[in-house]
């Protein structure tokens, strides 16, 4: 494509894919596609390559056929890649800086050259020269997010293979990077509100600790050494427990650890990990916050997507992936069995029974209207506040059933100290 925006086929010759790229970008073209002119070409570049290709791989020709080397090495390692990670925010950051510069009209390769000069930190010039040295080799910009892995994830992959597809590039990386940036938002949401009351849990928990281990003896042992005065049982649980952790402390460490890893064992088995997903869902505090969380990113990303031109079914099987639940993803994994089918999105979404009338109403109307992109995107807001909402109620709720908890354990603590002194005291006055 030249800077008029016609096609135009041709042949040109050159030693390489990056050099053939090179060459054309210096003539003011696009390449859309490339591809060796000669049948023999590909057997000659074998015999010609090195053995050994960039970065120490085995050249493209040599590797055996189907078997994608990059997606192998990241599901024996998930995350742990070795290469370099980026924060969320660093990434949407960059996804804006890449969308500018290409709304700007910069070249694709030319716009990510401007963002790696701007690179900071030790992580982001290695991510951005490694996908530059794959679009310069003829790569689409997908294929070597892809590639990458980590902190590439399939939404992020997705919408920009849809932004590739349908030609709005600079329009759905600005979407990408308000949904990246939304999403650290919510999670900072979530840090904050539960920040305060898991401060003042600890802060129970220690003292409790303290007063029992270390100030109970001391209290109780000129009464319970008087005749006569008998131990009552609040009394001797503490003191129990107080021998314990006194002589174990060691045991309660090694048994939370145990309890720890445990438990991570327990919830990698997916039946384990719905089980607890469901229950956290019916909870009565925690469910609907977890709920109204899960609505917004749903109809946030689906929203966004089906907007950057992906196909439903696309869209709906990367949504599933961003939810966190095991509950609401086998939801939708029968949303998209159904929709699969014909029906229309609306209808499986009331009779999974976890998505709020609210949103099955936009869905069927903009599916009715043909306007289901514009509408998701606007419920995500109402969503959004409704999650702002739910969290205040969280907050709110949370530092009372501390307080009542505490308030339970002190008196138990009091009646334990005070009914040994009544005690001594019926047997003086006797």
Do not use: W
């Given at each position: 494509?030249?800077?008029?925006?016609?096609?135009?086929?041709?042949?040109?010759?050159?030693?390489?894919?990056?050099?053939?790229?090179?060459?054309?970008?210096?003539?003011?073209?696009?390449?859309?596609?490339?591809?060796?002119?000669?049948?023999?070409?590909?057997?000659?570049?074998?015999?010609?390559?090195?053995?050994?290709?960039?970065?120490?791989?085995?050249?493209?020709?040599?590797?055996?056929?189907?078997?994608?080397?990059?997606?192998?090495?990241?599901?024996?390692?998930?995350?742990?890649?070795?290469?370099?990670?980026?924060?969320?925010?660093?990434?949407?950051?960059?996804?804006?800086?890449?969308?500018?510069?290409?709304?700007?009209?910069?070249?694709?390769?030319?716009?990510?050259?401007?963002?790696?000069?701007?690179?900071?930190?030790?992580?982001?010039?290695?991510?951005?020269?490694?996908?530059?040295?794959?679009?310069?080799?003829?790569?689409?910009?997908?294929?070597?997010?892809?590639?990458?892995?980590?902190?590439?994830?399939?939404?992020?992959?997705?919408?920009?293979?849809?932004?590739?597809?349908?030609?709005?590039?600079?329009?759905?990386?600005?979407?990408?990077?308000?949904?990246?940036?939304?999403?650290?938002?919510?999670?900072?949401?979530?840090?904050?509100?539960?920040?305060?009351?898991?401060?003042?849990?600890?802060?129970?928990?220690?003292?409790?600790?303290?007063?029992?281990?270390?100030?109970?003896?001391?209290?109780?042992?000129?009464?319970?050494?008087?005749?006569?005065?008998?131990?009552?049982?609040?009394?001797?649980?503490?003191?129990?427990?107080?021998?314990?952790?006194?002589?174990w402390w060691w045991l309660v460490l090694v048994a939370i650890v145990g309890a720890v890893i445990g438990f991570r064992r327990w919830i990698a088995v997916y039946e384990n990990r719905r089980k607890l997903d469901l229950i956290l869902l019916k909870s009565p505090i925690i469910g609907p916050l977890l709920r109204d969380v899960a609505v917004a990113r749903f109809t946030r990303t689906l929203g966004t997507l089906v907007s950057a031109g992906l196909p439903i079914l696309s869209a709906l099987k990367i949504v599933r992936d961003t939810l966190g639940n095991v509950v609401l993803m086998e939801a939708i994994d029968g949303v998209q069995e159904k929709v699969t089918t014909g029906q229309s999105l609306a209808e499986p979404l009331e009779k999974c029974g976890f998505?709020?009338?609210?949103?099955?109403?936009?869905?069927?109307?903009?599916?009715?209207?043909?306007?289901?992109?514009?509408?998701?995107?606007?419920?995500?807001?109402?969503?959004?506040?409704?999650?702002?909402?739910?969290?205040?109620?969280?907050?709110?709720?949370?530092?009372?059933?501390?307080?009542?908890?505490?308030?339970?354990?002190?008196?138990?603590?009091?009646?334990?100290?005070?009914?040994?002194?009544?005690?001594?005291?019926?047997?003086?006055?006797?």
């Open positions: 494509m030249d800077r008029g925006g016609a096609l135009a086929t041709g042949t040109i010759a050159a030693p390489d894919r990056a050099s053939a790229m090179r060459l054309l970008q210096g003539q003011g073209l696009l390449p859309m596609q490339l591809d060796m002119a000669e049948a023999e070409a590909p057997a000659k570049a074998a015999k010609a390559a090195p053995k050994t290709g960039a970065r120490g791989q085995q050249p493209a020709e040599a590797r055996p056929a189907g078997i994608d080397l990059g997606a192998l090495t990241r599901a024996f390692t998930g995350n742990t890649t070795g290469r370099p990670q980026l924060k969320r925010t660093e990434l949407a950051n960059i996804i804006r800086e890449l969308a500018t510069a290409i709304e700007a009209g910069l070249p694709l390769l030319n716009a990510l050259k401007t963002v790696r000069r701007q690179a900071v930190g030790k992580a982001q010039p290695v991510i951005l020269d490694f996908i530059i040295e794959r679009v310069e080799s003829g790569r689409p910009l997908h294929e070597a997010m892809d590639e990458y892995g980590p902190p590439f994830d399939e939404m992020i992959v997705g919408m920009v293979r849809a932004s590739d597809a349908s030609g709005r590039m600079s329009e759905v990386m600005h979407q990408l990077a308000d949904l990246l940036e939304r999403s650290v938002e919510l999670r900072r949401e979530m840090v904050g509100a539960t920040i305060y009351p898991l401060i003042v849990a600890c802060m129970i928990g220690v003292s409790i600790i303290i007063a029992v281990t270390f100030l109970l003896p001391r209290l109780m042992a000129p009464i319970l050494g008087q005749p006569g005065v008998t131990i009552p049982f609040p009394t001797m649980v503490l003191l129990g427990f107080a021998d314990f952790m006194r002589d998505f709020p009338p609210l949103l099955v109403q936009i869905v069927n109307i903009g599916e009715k209207s043909g306007r289901l992109e514009p509408m998701l995107i606007h419920a995500a807001g109402a969503f959004d506040r409704q999650v702002n909402t739910s969290l205040k109620l969280f907050t709110k709720l949370l530092p009372p059933v501390l307080l009542v908890f505490m308030a339970l354990i002190a008196s138990f603590v009091l009646a334990a100290i005070l009914l040994p002194l009544l005690e001594m005291q019926k047997s003086l006055g006797g």
